[in-house]
C-alpha cells in the first residue's frame, strides 16, 4: 500500500511555471510506476505524464509535450511535474497516481491516488 500527497498547486499567469511534487509514503514506492493526470471542471480525467520504476522513460500526452517534466526521486519516494510555457487549458486539479502495470496510460490501471492539487492558470 502507498499514500500519495500532492503540493506545489497554486495560480499563475500563462506562460508561467510550476512545479508539482508528490510525496509518497512506504518502502515500496520505487516499485510502482507514478504517472500524474489532470481533472478540469466538467471533464473526465485525463492522462499527463508517467515514469517507470527506475525513472529512464517517460511518456507524456501530446498536450503537454515538450513543456511539461516528470521525474522522480526515489530516495525521497517523491514524484515530480515541472510545468512550464503553462496556458489555460492546463488549469484543472492536477492528481498523482500509482500503478503495478508498466506502460499504461489508463486511469484505471491506477489503483492508488493523492487527493489532487489545483493548478488555475489565468490569461
Known amino acids: 500500500q502507498v499514500q500519495l500527497v500532492e503540493s506545489g498547486g497554486g495560480s499563475v499567469q500563462a506562460g508561467g511555471s510550476l512545479r508539482l511534487s508528490c510525496a509518497a509514503s512506504?518502502?515500496?514506492?520505487?516499485?510502482?510506476?507514478m504517472g500524474w493526470f489532470r481533472q478540469a471542471p466538467g471533464k473526465e480525467r485525463e492522462f499527463v505524464a508517467r515514469i517507470n520504476r527506475s525513472g529512464s522513460t517517460t511518456y507524456y500526452a501530446d498536450s503537454v509535450k515538450g513543456r511539461f517534466t516528470i521525474s522522480r526521486d526515489n530516495a525521497k519516494n517523491t514524484v515530480y511535474l515541472q510545468m512550464n510555457n503553462l496556458n489555460s487549458e492546463d488549469t484543472a486539479v492536477y492528481y498523482c497516481a500509482a500503478a503495478t502495470l508498466s506502460y499504461t496510460e489508463s486511469v484505471g490501471s491506477y489503483h492508488h491516488w493523492g487527493q489532487g492539487t489545483q493548478v488555475t492558470v489565468s490569461s
Open positions: 512506504g518502502r515500496t514506492f520505487s516499485s510502482y510506476v
